[in-house]
């Protein structure tokens, strides 16, 4: 395989939640990172984060992706780009229920964008950031790659579904490979407590709106809804740790770069293969802080789903990727992370 000190890649979303974790993830595998980020939705500090963590000064580009010449600026400035991650994207579900319009330019016209420069300049490697909501509503559980996709519950989550397309129609016929990265839920921090998952905007995720009601930012939280068919009456995911995601990314990039993926473009899920209720993450998080949790149970959540979790079994054969987290260190990096930010340290 090439030397990886020479291997640079192109992160998009690159001081992102997940981005901003795989940028370290890549640079302690031996890669070189260039980041494009607008900081739309996340703060320019996490870059010192970064380099807290890793001693390395990320380069970069505030740019917008949605302008045709942010590709050109890059790829002038950088013509030996060997892969692309391609995180930056809006991820709001309620909003995008109220702004699918921005939600189909901001996510479609960048990722289009980013897979014509990736062909005209014969990148090796696309890995797209995906979801678990292309699955829907499904029947069975765990859910593995083959499990067939349903209507997306809104806008947000049809901008993954087109995506996904739109990744493997643009590079079908061409050399790019790519790898569709389905994630389940994303959670924790960094166990440095230097980089976590601070939305500019209010957060809506269940670990953040935990840690931040924990830490006062809020007064109580609700669980949605308690009258689900499932053990407690609250809905069940799978969540992963942040740092396990962002290896899994690594290794998805590695398999590309080293010729061992034979196929134009794989998926794989990516989860912990262990459903949690709402009701266990929270019981989960007091027992790891032995914090009381101020929460009441309010009405379901329009758009949520009952129950859904991962076979990732194809990501342990395939990529060699296994998670090393649980639950509990989910809650004890979150909320050592919310204890960092909310100090301003
Ligand atoms: C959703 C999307 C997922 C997307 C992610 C990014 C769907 C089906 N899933 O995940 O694709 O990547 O957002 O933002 O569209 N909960 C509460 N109280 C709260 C917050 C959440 O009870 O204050 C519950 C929810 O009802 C849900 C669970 O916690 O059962 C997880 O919710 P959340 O963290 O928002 O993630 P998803 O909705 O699963």
């Not at 595998?29 to 996340?42: K, L, Q, R, W």
């Not at 990736?118 to 593995?144: L, Q, R």
Request: glycine fraction near 8%; hydrophobic fraction near 35%.
């Amino acid at each position: 395989m090439a030397d990886k000190m020479k291997q640079k890649i192109l992160v998009t979303g690159g001081i992102g939640y997940i981005g901003s974790h795989t940028v370290v993830d890549l640079i302690e595998n031996g890669f070189e990172v260039i980041s494009v980020d607008n900081g739309i939705n996340s703060d320019f500090s996490v870059l010192e984060g970064i380099y807290s963590i890793t001693g390395k000064k990320v380069l970069n580009y505030p740019l917008d992706l949605c302008d045709p010449d942010t590709c050109k600026t890059i790829f002038s400035e950088h013509k030996d780009i060997a892969g692309i991650i391609h995180f930056a994207a809006l991820k709001a579900v309620g909003e995008s229920v109220q702004k699918p319009a921005l939600y189909f330019k901001n996510n479609l016209l960048s990722l289009i964008h980013v897979l014509e420069y990736a062909v005209m300049h014969k990148v090796g490697a696309f890995i797209f950031s995906s979801s678990c909501t292309v699955y829907g509503e499904p029947d069975h559980m765990p859910v593995n790659e083959d499990t067939p996709l349903r209507e997306a519950e809104s806008p947000y989550g049809r901008t993954k579904q087109m995506g996904e397309q739109i990744v493997k129609d643009i590079l079908a016929h061409t050399n790019v490979k790519s790898t569709l990265l389905r994630y389940f839920n994303p959670a924790g921090a960094h166990p440095s407590a230097y980089i976590g998952e601070s939305p500019l905007n209010t957060a809506q995720n269940l670990v953040p709106v935990i840690t931040e009601t924990a830490i006062g930012k809020r007064d109580k939280m609700r669980v949605f809804g308690n009258d689900y068919p499932t053990r407690d009456g609250s809905c069940i995911r799978d969540y992963i740790h942040v740092c396990d995601l962002a290896h899994a990314h690594t290794l998805a990039l590695e398999y590309i770069l080293s010729g061992r993926q034979h196929t134009s473009c794989e998926v794989f899920n990516l989860g912990i293969g262990q459903g949690l209720t709402v009701l266990e993450v929270i019981q989960a998080f007091e027992k790891v802080t032995g914090r009381h949790l101020n929460y009441e149970i309010g009405p379901r959540r329009p758009g949520d789903v009952m129950a859904i979790y991962s076979d990732y079994k194809k990501a342990a054969e395939v990529l060699n990727w296994k998670p090393k987290y649980g639950v509990d260190d989910i809650m004890h990096t979150a909320w050592e992370w919310e204890k960092r930010r909310s100090a301003g340290v």
